[in-house]
């Protein structure tokens, strides 16, 4: 106590060293990755690449955030204190868990999953049906180009298989190359809206652009439900407002020359 008194300079310095320390160590910011790129040895290297070039590591999601456990230590056991390990059915990474743990911030594709044939079997542990890995892979949120996500229900569903139904899988793959060239056509749209000057005119074309591209979402998460009426009837909605938008964006420039 005494001493503390007796050098109080040297101590707000000394805390003043520390704080700026571990300040990008900061309440949220999870330590799980750093201690895991620095075990060359650890487990599971190629997932810690994954993670990194994904979605998930540019946005800061942690490991804790699938695994659970402290992400604010960097003690090994109270870490991991918290973590199911093994492949059992408490793990939250169990692949039977796993809608429910990407739920937890998807809220949109899980709730559209939980109304398919493929939960229903998956919650009572079939091993036939399909999970949130089965198409975005465990950690690296891979979004499946047309072809892919066609081969990926012709895994299952294709010629000579169990679960043969080739026509879902035409249908799936023509429906995401409809909603990819939406998606394609509205983006090219916002960076032109960047450019008008008007600000009232860009406001105006904003709108029209939120009205098409909230459509545009639904219509991917309504795919979640792998029955495609409702895919069908947001992705009509999205592609006329997106139309109707990019009309209005080529009169406008084709009048802005002329100024
Ligand atoms: C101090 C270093 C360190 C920290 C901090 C750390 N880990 Fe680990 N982790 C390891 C090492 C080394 C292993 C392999 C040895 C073992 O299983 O304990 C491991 C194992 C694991 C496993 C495999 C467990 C199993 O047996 O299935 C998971 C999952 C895991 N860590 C996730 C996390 C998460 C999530 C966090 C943050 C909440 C975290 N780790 C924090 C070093 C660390
Ligand atoms: C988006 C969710 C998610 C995130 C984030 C995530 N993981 Fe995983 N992890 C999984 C899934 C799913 C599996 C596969 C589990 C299985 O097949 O049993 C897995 C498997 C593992 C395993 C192998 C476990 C075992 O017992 O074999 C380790 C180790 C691991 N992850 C560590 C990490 C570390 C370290 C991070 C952070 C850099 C991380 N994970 C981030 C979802 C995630
Ligand atoms: C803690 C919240 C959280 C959890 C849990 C989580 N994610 Fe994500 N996910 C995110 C964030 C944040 C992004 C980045 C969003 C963005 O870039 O707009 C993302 C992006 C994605 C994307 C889109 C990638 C893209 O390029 O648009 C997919 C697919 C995805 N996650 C699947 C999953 C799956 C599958 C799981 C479970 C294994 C999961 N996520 C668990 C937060 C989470
Ligand atoms: C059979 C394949 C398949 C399965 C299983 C699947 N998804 Fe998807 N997911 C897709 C496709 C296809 C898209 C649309 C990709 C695109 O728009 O480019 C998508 C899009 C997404 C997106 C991005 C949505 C956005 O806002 O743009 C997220 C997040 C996502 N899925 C999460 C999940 C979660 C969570 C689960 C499990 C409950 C899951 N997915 C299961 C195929 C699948
Ligand atoms: C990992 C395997 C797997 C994948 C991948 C998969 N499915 Fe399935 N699916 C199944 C199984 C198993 C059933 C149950 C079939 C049954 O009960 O006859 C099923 C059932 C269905 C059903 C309900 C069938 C009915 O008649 O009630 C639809 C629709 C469906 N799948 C569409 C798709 C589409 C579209 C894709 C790709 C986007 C896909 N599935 C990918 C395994 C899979």
């Not at 918290?82 to 709730?111: D, F, Q, W």
């Not at 010629?159 to 249908?171: D, L, S, V, W």
């Not at 991917?220 to 407002?241: I, P, Q, T, Y």
Request: glycine residues 8%; contains cysteine.
């Amino acid at each position: 106590m005494a001493a503390r008194l007796s050098f109080p300079a040297l101590c707000v310095t000394a805390l003043a060293a520390l704080l700026t320390i571990s300040a990008p160590a900061s309440a949220q910011q999870s330590l799980c990755a750093d201690c895991h790129f620095a075990n060359a040895g650890g487990p599971n290297p190629i997932h810690l690449h994954e993670w990194d070039l994904s979605a998930h590591g540019r946005a800061g999601v942690g490991c804790e955030a699938c695994h659970g456990g402290n992400p604010r230590t960097v003690e090994s056991f109270l870490a991991h204190q918290m973590i199911v390990r093994g492949h059992g059915l408490e793990n939250p990474v169990n692949r039977r868990n796993l809608p429910a743990t990407c739920g937890k911030c998807h809220s949109g594709p899980y709730t559209e999953f939980q109304s398919s044939r493929h939960y229903l079997l998956l919650r009572n542990g079939d091993p036939a049906a399909p999970s949130c890995s089965t198409c975005h892979g465990d950690v690296a949120a891979y979004l499946l180009s047309p072809k892919g996500l066609e081969s990926e229900c012709n895994g299952c569903h294709g010629r000579g298989k169990k679960q043969e139904r080739a026509e879902y899988a035409a249908n799936a793959r023509y429906l995401l190359q409809a909603t990819r060239d939406t998606r394609a056509l509205l983006d090219s749209a916002r960076s032109l809206i960047k450019r008008v000057t008007d600000p009232k005119m860009r406001e105006s074309l904003q709108y029209d652009y939120e009205q098409a591209a909230v459509p545009l979402q639904e219509a991917a998460h309504a795919g979640h439900s792998f029955v495609f009426d409702k895919v069908e009837e947001r992705l009509g909605v999205a592609m006329a407002r997106a139309e109707a938008l990019a009309d209005r964006l080529a009169n406008l420039s084709v009048r802005t020359p002329s100024r």
